[in-house]
């Protein structure tokens, strides 16, 4: 198949990566223009970019669908479809009509559910059981196209968003090479979403990412594997940011308050909520590497009765840290 691959970020490098694994080698893709990252702001090409280059795909950089030299690059290429996947861009109308029913879109969702620019992570925030993955025709309106086919996998209690992302993009790869075919011969017949059914996935907020210990166990395990491997939640602690990017729930109670901690036979970290405990397994105090439980224990010796803050309860708790947010 003859495919132009549009996309940007992390979802759409992994879900290029399956598709090679799957020998579907676009023949050229479009992403975005290399953008400042970081405290030193340097210039970083999107993940897409950076591993259609380490393969040797012929790229193209645009700063947006409209830009000028796009239609000339597709009109050029005259591919037999257009796929696009966690592109950050609307197409609109006049170029999707350059491919009429042939510009696809790949979402990491059981669409007409989490429509939107974060769908992994509001179904992890939601503590869903069962997510999936979309190939759909591409329409004008948010991620409301008709249905080519979709593909389950099962949410596991400790999935991250990265380990759920990657999951969801090498079903995609295998939904796209099973059905993209058919669908391209005419043997399969796009089928419309059911609107009444559709939820929409906001973008995260950066106030999202602070934890508030009043909050049920469940709530805040959710919040954590949301927003892991990065950017994190984070927490106050010691007048500074405190990342939790792992935890465990808890069966036992040892009736701590929200946010206190308490050393388990020396090695383990606990931490109340408002309803149940939590062990903590990943850390990263700002400006260090991140670490174990056991390592942060050895490192910073947090003393008995020492509580996590949430929002409000400190006056002082500024972030160091700059750059990318790591929510794009």
Known sequence: MEIIFFGNGDFASDLLDGMLRVELRPRAVITGPDRPVGRGLRRTPSPVAALAASVGLPLHKFAGPR????REVLSRERPQAVLVADYGHLIPRDVLDLFPERFLNVHPSLLPLYR?????????????????????????????????????????????????????????????????????????????????????????????????????????????????????????????????????????????????????????????????????????????KRMTAAEFLRGYRPAEGETFSSPGGERHCVSKESGDDGLG
């Open 116 to 288: 939107g620019a974060a769908p992994i992570r509001r179904a992890l925030l939601d503590g869903v059981e069962v997510s999936g993955v979309s190939l759909m025709v591409m329409v004008e309106s948010l991620d409301a196209g008709p249905l080519i086919g979709q593909a389950e996998t099962p949410v596991l209690p400790d999935d991250d968003a990265g380990e759920l992302r990657r999951r969801l993009a090498l079903r995609g790869a295998d939904l796209v090479a099973e059905r993209l075919p058919r669908y391209l011969r005419g043997e399969l017949v796009a089928e419309p979403q059911d609107e009444s059914r559709a939820t929409y996935a906001a973008p995260v907020e950066k106030h999202e990412l602070r934890i508030d210990w009043g909050q049920p166990a469940v709530y805040v395990h959710n919040r954590v594997r949301a927003f892991a491997p990065r950017p994190g939640a984070w927490t106050c602690w010691r007048g500074g940011r405190l990342k939790i990017l792992r935890t465990r729930q808890r069966r036992e109670a040892s009736g701590l308050r929200a946010g206190e901690l308490r050393r388990i036979n020396g090695e383990r970290l606990v931490v109340g909520t408002g309803e149940g405990e939590l062990e903590l397994l990943l850390l990263q105090p700002e400006g260090r």
């Open 67 to 70: 830009e000028a030299g796009l």
